[in-house]
């Protein structure tokens, strides 16, 4: 089956010379000049990789990004002039798997959406069997039965608890800020001074971590947010 690319950059010259490129390597390209136009092909089509620019007018590249996580854990490469760290670190922390800076080299470009494709396979192999069944050390998640247990043993988990759990589980090594696991588990919009997200990943800790010997599963990367390690 062939592996559809949707790319989303406002500048026709570069949605096309990254179709040509792409369509050499066998892939289906779909193509979007903005936001809005992004989202709604990610509605109707089967998407399998989002190659999307930051600066764009109307909806830039964050916030298509922030949307398309609410709904689709597809790979996000993001493309954008800026070349500055904490412009690549935003993008990480909205979503993005990776970031390449303008103007890219297409060779290096196509093995960075290759690697991507490589590590969404590996991952969805090791974390989904048939009955989504993840293990994490002495660690069983089903998330048919939405049950947790450890060393055989169930752990009471709120319906929120586990889906901060596994939203982490399903995304190992991923850092997930406290206002993108509000905004995907709750679906409200966060505030500055909301602590629910820290009040309840201090819950599941401590629910976890007395049955597994104080062993650490979820690691606070501090003033950035929360991971399981791969």
């Known amino acids: 089956m062939n592996n559809n690319i949707l790319v989303v950059d406002d500048e026709r010259e570069i949605r096309d010379l990254l179709e040509i490129n792409l369509l050499n390597e066998g892939y289906t390209v779909f193509k979007a000049s903005c936001g809005e136009e992004a989202l709604e092909i990610l509605d ?19 916030e298509v990004c922030r949307r398309t996580r609410e709904k689709y854990n597809i790979p996000i490469l993001m493309l954008s002039a800026k070349a500055e760290d ?18 890219f080299n297409h060779l290096e470009l196509t093995v960075r ?23 994490i050390e002495s660690m069983l998640i089903n998330k048919n039965k939405h049950k947790v247990t450890i060393d055989d043993k169930d752990i009471d988990l709120t319906a929120r608890e586990f889906e901060i759990l ?16 509000f905004q995907r588990v709750w679906k409200e919009t966060y505030f500055q001074s909301n602590n629910t997200v820290m009040v309840h990943m201090s819950r599941i800790r401590d629910k976890l971590e007395q049955h597994m010997e104080g062993n650490k599963i979820i690691h606070t990367i501090w003033g950035v947010g929360y991971k399981i390690e791969k």
Do not use: W
């Not at 109707?44 to 964050?62: A, N, Q, R, Y």
């Not at 596994?166 to 696991?181: D, H, K, P, Q, W």
């Open 86 to 103: 904490m412009d690549k670190i935003q993008g990480i922390m909205t979503g993005a798997d990776d970031y390449v800076c303008k103007p």
């Open 166 to 181: 596994y939203l982490l589980a399903t995304n190992r090594g991923r850092v997930f800020s406290a206002e993108e696991i």
């Open 113 to 135: 959406i290759r690697a991507l494709f490589r590590r969404a396979y590996f991952l969805n192999t090791r974390n989904h069997s048939s009955d989504e069944i993840i293990r």
């Open 44 to 62: 109707k089509e089967d998407i399998h990789l989002m190659v999307l620019d930051i600066m764009m007018p109307k909806m830039d590249g964050l």
